[in-house]
């Protein structure tokens, strides 16, 4: 992509996204024909074609494809590095970690304690989100590392550290007659008359078809399960979570989570390394 400037690969993604010329113009604010014309320039420039139009409709070719991949990573990269370097501009020690609200709460408490006790530890922001953001903070630069669960996030082009792997529960409301079973299987937990599982957002933010409800981060879902309207697939240390009004049965043929703590492979960051030290020792 030598030679490419930003400019062009936002133009690039906003139609890859869209595969409509007039939504993706409109979503970057210009008028149809320039974009057009940038991108066609960008065919040029490359010598591949990238998108196949047609009078009713645009798709991607298989170079496009790959465009589109790399160009959302370069330009998390640019987007990541103007945001670390606006905060490193302000002076301020610090780390900044996120992590899914509600997820690996142990964990988290005993990684925290850990790094404080670290020769030369600094202030360590934590911000909480929602199901699936957490490796977008991470890749566009509002974090300095996170905490990720293979395989929901995908860690490619992260650097890892493993921390925990455990099995997946079933959680129930209390008193449902499937809480005296020793263990269930994914497909009896599909199959529960009145309980369907929930339906978590994709990365793009919109939620897959299906009869269970939406679901935007665990302390939402666990008020429906109790309230006996969903049930849910978790990893073991949601235990720490349960509350009287909840029940979990193991599922032994679910499969294995593994928390892992992430950070960007280029970073250079003694406070990051130290962080990832204090994880690694747990």
Known sequence: MAGMETRELRYFVAVAEELHFGRAASRLGIAQ???SRAIQQIERHLGAVLLERTSRSVSLTEAGAVLLREARAALDAVEAAERRTRRAATGRPGLVLVAKAGASAELLAKLLDAYAAEPGAVAVD??????A???????DGRADVALLHRPFDSTVGLD????????????????HPLTTRKSL?????????GLPLPRWPCPDGSYPSGPGPEVRDHAQLLQLIALGR???VLPESAWSQLRGDLAMVPVPDAPRVTTVIAWPPHSRSRAVAGLVHAASRL
């Open 133 to 139: 953001e957490q490796e977008r903070h991470l890749r």
């Open 33 to 35: 024909p320039p974009l």
């Open 126 to 131: 934590v911000q909480l989100c929602a199901i």
């Open 185 to 193: 299987t994914m497909a009896e937990v599909a199959e529960m008359p």
């Open 160 to 175: 890892t550290e493993e921390l925990l792997t455990e099995g997946q529960v079933a959680v129930l409301p209390a008193g």
């Open 230 to 232: 969903a049930a849910a």
